[in-house]
């Protein structure tokens, strides 16, 4: 059963570590979130698996960390400065502020009222000051996305790697946005982190590419664990398409709250590079861009053959970590009732993704022996680099189990006074709950086999 309650996600969240609202002493800020001991190591999950189907399971994708902070020329000429708004309109009757787009029936959403403003564009980065001098004119942008940074570095990477067309460079970060109306948890918030991969192919062939990515990415939110029959693919309509988009196909995800984007995947043809290079007057350049002075670059590559320059076009896979984060917190989710009528909550979340892999629990508390014996079976699993184990020195097996269970933990391993006498443990399966006894000279094959 896929939980249709956002309440009940949050709660778990908050209760077990994974999310916190952000400068909660001091009242919050709204559409910050902070993400707690083990929300980061199921954040970091994501994003390495992410990285590695992208780099390390590939030829042609290299990496990329560039900066937070971007210069103005860099989001003028992106087009960011002139379009990257929302429509902005206030109610006259109780002054609440929100976006025309997400209310089409002229209605104040907060007090139905229709005495309202025109919708007005209101750009949503954040501009702060950069050295001493705060007399306005030394300014750059927190980055509204990571990839104009790609783009900036194009030159770079191809020069440092020996990379030709078709060829990607793919990052991952924070990106900032100054939401009118954040909301639904962590799906839309104004601090957050995006996975994307520019994919650079020659013109004529993007279409192919696209198709191909957008079924590579489908495909790998399936192998995270996200249901098929919770992901559409949508076509996003001509009129809704970004400034630099020739074609965009969105992966909808069921969110609790509705089907909503968790990844868009862009046909950016050659805007980016286009606008980002110098002379652009050399080059047949499809899209529309304003003309650039500012750039010293020419971000082009040249045919192996005929040797004419071009421009690539740019294939982007956009996904957002946080939204990843919920979804997959949402598929994971379970209620239990079990034969005593009780009730188990469980987070059946794939064990690559699950922020323990393992937890060590010795049958009592602070006995030396049985918790020395634990250690060590957590130094072995440890040292094996496939995530965190803990030892969880709480003596109580039953309120181990249901942490457990709760925070997603594959399997508990109990080391009990048998374990002293002929080196065996009990191993228990967070989604079955069956127990087994094995040795422990067969723990770490136990334990790998959990990944496979
Ligand atoms: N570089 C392309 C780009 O930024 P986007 O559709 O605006 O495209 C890509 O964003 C992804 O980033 C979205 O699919 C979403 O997962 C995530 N995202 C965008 N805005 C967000 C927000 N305010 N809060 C959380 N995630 C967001």
């Given at each position: 059963m896929v939980s249709k309650n956002m309440e009940e996600l949050v709660s778990l969240c908050k209760r077990r570590g994974f999310i916190f609202q952000s400068n909660e002493i001091y009242g919050g800020l709204q559409g910050i979130y902070d993400y707690g001991p083990l929300g980061v190591e199921l954040k970091n999950n994501l994003k390495l698996s992410w990285w590695?189907?992208?780099?390390?399971?590939?030829?042609?994708?290299?990496?990329?960390?560039?900066?937070?902070?971007?210069?103005?020329?860099?989001?003028?000429?992106?087009?960011?400065?002139?379009?990257?708004?929302?429509?902005?309109?206030d109610c006259k009757s109780c002054n609440h502020r929100f976006r025309a787009d997400h209310h089409n029936d002229n209605k104040c959403p907060q007090c139905g009222s229709i005495d309202l403003t025109d919708p007005r564009p209101f750009n949503l980065m954040f501009k702060t000051a950069v050295g001493p001098v705060d007399d306005g004119s030394n300014y750059a942008y927190l980055r509204p996305e990571t990839a104009q940074q790609i783009f900036t570095n194009f030159k770079n990477i191809l020069d440092s790697t020996n990379k030709v067309v078709p060829f990607g460079i793919a990052q991952i970060g924070k990106a900032f946005r100054n939401e009118v109306t954040p909301g639904k948890f962590i799906f839309r918030v104004r601090e957050f982190e995006q996975m994307e991969l520019e994919f650079f192919v020659e013109p004529g062939k993007d279409e192919t590419w696209h198709d191909y990515w957008v079924a590579q990415r489908y495909d790998w939110w399936v192998h995270q664990g996200i249901d098929p029959s919770n992901l559409k693919k949508l076509n996003v309509?001509?009129?809704?398409?970004?400034?630099?988009s020739k074609a965009t196909v969105d992966l909808m995800y069921e969110f609790p709250h509705g089907l909503e984007e968790l990844e868009g995947i862009a046909n950016r043809t050659d805007f980016d590079l286009g606008s980002h290079t110098k002379n652009q007057s050399d080059f047949k350049i499809?899209?529309?861009?304003?003309?650039?002075?500012?750039s010293t670059t020419k971000l082009a590559v040249?045919?192996?053959?005929?040797?004419?320059?071009?421009?690539?076009?740019?294939?982007?896979?956009?996904?957002?970590?946080?939204?990843?984060?919920?979804?997959?917190?949402?598929?994971?989710?379970?209620?239990e009732k079990l034969e005593n009528d009780n009730t188990r909550i469980?987070?059946?979340?794939?064990?690559?993704?699950?922020?323990?892999?393992?937890?060590?629990?010795?049958?009592?508390?602070n006995n030396e022996e049985l918790v020395n014996k634990a250690r060590n079976i957590k130094k072995d699993l440890q040292s094996l680099g496939l995530g965190r184990v803990i030892l969880e020195n709480s003596g109580n097996i039953g309120k181990g189990y249901r942490r457990h269970d709760e925070i997603g933990t594959p399997i508990c391993i109990t080391?009990?006074?048998e374990t002293l006498e002929d080196e065996t443990v009990t191993i228990r399966n967070r989604d079955t709950m069956q127990q087994k006894r094995v040795?422990?000279?067969?723990?770490i094959?136990?334990?790998?086999?959990i990944f496979e």
């Open positions: 590695k189907s992208m780099i390390y399971e590939r030829d042609d994708v290299e990496g990329l960390d560039a900066s937070i902070l971007t210069g103005k020329q860099v989001l003028k000429h992106s087009g960011h400065e002139d379009t990257f708004s929302d429509p902005l309109v309509e001509n009129s809704d398409l970004s400034h630099y499809s899209a529309e861009v304003m003309e650039n002075k500012d040249q045919n192996s053959e005929s040797k004419d320059w071009f421009i690539p076009y740019v294939i982007e896979p956009s996904a957002g970590v946080d939204r990843g984060v919920l979804a997959l917190l949402n598929e994971a989710y379970r209620e469980v987070l059946a979340l794939k064990p690559h993704l699950s922020p323990v892999k393992a937890a060590i629990i010795p049958l009592k508390r080391v009990d006074f040795s422990i000279k067969e723990l094959a136990e334990y790998q086999k």
